[in-house]
């Protein structure tokens, strides 16, 4: 859907864990999301046709998410067009901010305005 809809941003909400760590316990945590893109700087990731890269993980953009820069191309595109975005999760460890949906808002309403 983000290549289809050439989405700019992705806002995640909840805490990520990692499959890989998780134990058969921990099968199911409540309010939690699998890390559906590379977690680390320069990490490569393959999903069907498509490759993911994490370009930059940026901590300074906003105090209370953790942004990482990603670029997205299809495996079989010859033109090698490379879409970006931004993936914007929210810290956890600070909750007590509750005008944080506003900031994201107005960031967004400053920079599609700015692109338009």
Known sequence: ???????????????????????????????????????????KAQYGDYIVCNIKMDCTTDPLFNVTHLTMHRVDDEEGFVHKLEHWQYDWNNFTDFYWPLRILRRYCILYSFYQ
């Not at 989405?7 to 864990?17: E, F, G, P, R, T």
């Not at 990692?18 to 977690?39: A, E, F, I, S």
């Open 1 to 43: 859907m983000v290549w289809q809809e050439r989405s700019k941003y992705i806002i995640m909400l909840c805490k990520a864990v990692d499959m890989k760590r998780l134990g058969l316990l921990d099968g199911v945590l409540p309010n939690t999301c699998v890390y559906y893109w590379p977690r680390y700087e320069n990490d």
